[in-house]
Nanobody, 121 residues
Framework: QVQLVESGGGLVQPGGSLRLSCAPSGSIFRISDMAWYRQAPGKERELVASITSTGRTNYEDSAKGRFTISRDNAKNTVYLQMNSLKPEDTAVYYC???????????????WGQGTQVTVSS
C-alpha cells in the first residue's frame, strides 16, 4: 500500500528555518488538494496550510508571512517552507492529501506518519 513519507523535521533555534517534504512511497493515480497539519502536545491537530491542484493556497493565521506551501505535481510532492520559526511552532507536522490511489478508486484523504519539528534554543 502506498504511504506518504514526510521528511525535513528536526531541532532548530528560534528564528531559524526548516523545509518539510511529503512524497508518496509509490505511484498514485491522481492527487487533488494537499495540506500540512500540526499537532502540539495536549492540543488538537490543526490545519497549517493547504494548496489546491491549481495552486491556490490557504494559511492558518500564525503561518501567514512565515510559511510557504508548494507542490511539485510531477513528483506528487508537497513542501512546507517554514521561516522565522517560533517555539510555539513546535509540533508533529503531518501531510494530508486528497487522492485517488488508482483508476477505479474514489477520492479519499490520506495522512503521512508525521515529522517532529522542535523550535528551541
Amino acid at each position: 500500500q502506498v504511504q506518504l513519507v514526510e521528511s525535513g523535521g528536526g531541532l532548530v533555534q528560534p528564528g531559524g528555518s526548516l523545509r518539510l517534504s511529503c512524497a508518496p512511497s509509490g505511484s498514485i493515480f491522481r492527487i487533488s488538494d494537499m495540506a500540512w497539519y500540526r499537532q502540539a502536545p495536549g492540543k488538537e491537530r490543526e490545519l497549517v496550510a493547504s494548496i489546491t491542484s491549481t495552486g491556490r493556497t490557504n494559511y492558518e493565521d500564525s503561518a501567514k508571512g512565515r510559511f510557504t506551501i508548494s507542490r511539485d505535481n510531477a513528483k506528487n510532492t508537497v513542501y512546507l517552507q517554514m521561516n522565522s520559526l517560533k517555539p510555539e511552532d513546535t509540533a508533529v507536522y503531518y501531510c494530508n492529501v486528497l487522492a485517488r490511489m488508482n483508476y477505479g478508486s474514489d477520492y479519499s484523504y490520506y495522512w503521512g506518519q508525521g515529522t517532529q519539528v522542535t523550535v528551541s534554543s
